[in-house]
C-alpha cells in the first residue's frame, strides 16, 4: 500500500510480543535503518503508551495507523458529510460507539476540529466523569468529552444526535435506533466485515449519508487513503513529529479533493 500510493519503500516487520516494554525497545533498535514508523494492529490501551514513548524517543515521525489513520479519514469523510446536510461541523452532537484505538483517536481530532459535543461509548455503556470503572485513558477521555454528561446505553445516547460513528462491532443497531437521531442524520457504520448496521437499514431510519469501511458500498472510509500520504509528506518535508494540527489539515486536504460532495460521494 506504501509503494502503490505513496512511492514509499516500506518494510512490514512483524513481532512475537505483545509486551509493550519489548516492542518499544525493539522499535527504537531498528529504527536508524528507517525515515519512520508506521505501528499497526496493537490493543488499546497498550498502543496509546508504546505510540507516546516511541515519538517522544525518536527523531522521525511515529503513527499509529489504527489510531490516526482512521481519525483522519474520518474527519475528513464528516467534513463533507456536513456540508451535505448543510450543517455546520462544529455544532454537530456526535456518538462514537467504540472506545478503543480508533475511537479515543477519533474523538481527539474531532475535538481538534472545533467539535464540543461528542459522546463515546463503551461496552458498558456512555463514557462520564460520573463512571467509577474508567481505567487511566477512559478517564482522561472522559474529562475532555460529553459535556452535557449523559449517560446511558447507545440507544439513549443518539437521541438527538446529528452523527453516529461506530469502530465497535457488528449489528449494534435498528432503523429505529436511526430514526431516533436528529433530522439528516449521518452514519459512518465502519465496523469490518459486517457494520453496526447495513446502509439500507441506515437509510430506511431516515439516514442523509451513510458510510461504511467495506468497498462495496458508497462511500468507503478507508485507512489506505491516509496514511502513504501522511508518511510521503512527512519525509518529503522532513517532518520530525505528527501533531494534531498535522492531521487536521491532512483531513481537511483529503476532504477538498470532492469538490461537489453528495450523499453518494462524501471522500475520494
Keep these: ?81 456536513a456540508t451535505v446536510v448543510k450543517k455546520k461541523l462544529k455544532t454537530l452532537r456526535v456518538v462514537i460507539s467504540g472506545a478503543g484505538a480508533a475511537g479515543t483517536a477519533t474523538a481527539k481530532l474531532l475535538l481538534a476540529s472545533g467539535i464540543a459535543d461528542i459522546v463515546l461509548l463503551d461496552r458498558v455503556g456512555a463514557i462520564a466523569k460520573r463512571r467509577s470503572d474508567l481505567n487511566a485513558e477512559k478517564k482522561a477521555l472522559a474529562a475532555i468529552t460529553n459535556p452535557r454528561g449523559v449517560t446511558g446505553s447507545l440507544a439513549d445516547v443518539l437521541v438527538g444526535a446529528d452523527v453516529f460513528i461506530g469502530v465497535s462491532g457488528p449489528g449494534l443497531l435498528t432503523k429505529e435506533h436511526v430514526a431516533s437521531m436528529a433530522s439528516k442524520a449521518i452514519v459512518f457504520a465502519l465496523s469490518n466485515p459486517i457494520p453496526e448496521f447495513m446502509p439500507d437499514v441506515a437509510r430506511a431510519g431516515g439516514a442523509a449519508v451513510v458510510a461504511t ?56
Design 213 to 268: 469501511g467495506r468497498s462495496d458500498f458508497p462511500n468507503q472510509i478507508n485507512n489506505a487513503l491516509v496514511f502513504p500520504g501522511m508518511f510521503r509528506g512527512a519525509l518529503d518535508k522532513k517532518v520530525r513529529k505528527i501533531t494534531e494540527e498535522t492531521k487536521v489539515r491532512a483531513a481537511k486536504a483529503l476532504a477538498a479533493l470532492i469538490a461537489r460532495p453528495t450523499a453518494q460521494k462524501i471522500i475520494p
Design 1 to 81: 500500500i506504501f509503494k502503490a500510493f505513496a512511492g514509499i519503500d516500506a518494510v512490514p516487520i512483524v513481532l512475537s510480543t505483545q509486551d509493550p516494554d519489548e516492542i518499544v525497545k525493539t522499535v527504537m533498535a531498528i529504527a536508524p535503518s528507517f525515515g519512520g514508523i508506521n505501528l499497526e494492529d496493537i490493543k488499546a490501551p497498550e498502543c496509546f503508551d508504546i505510540e507516546r514513548r516511541l515519538i517522544a524517543a525518536l527523531d522521525m515521525p511515529v503513527m499509529h495507523d489504527d489510531q490516526h489513520g482512521t481519525a483522519i479519514v474520518v474527519l475528513a469523510g464528516l467534513i463533507n458529510a
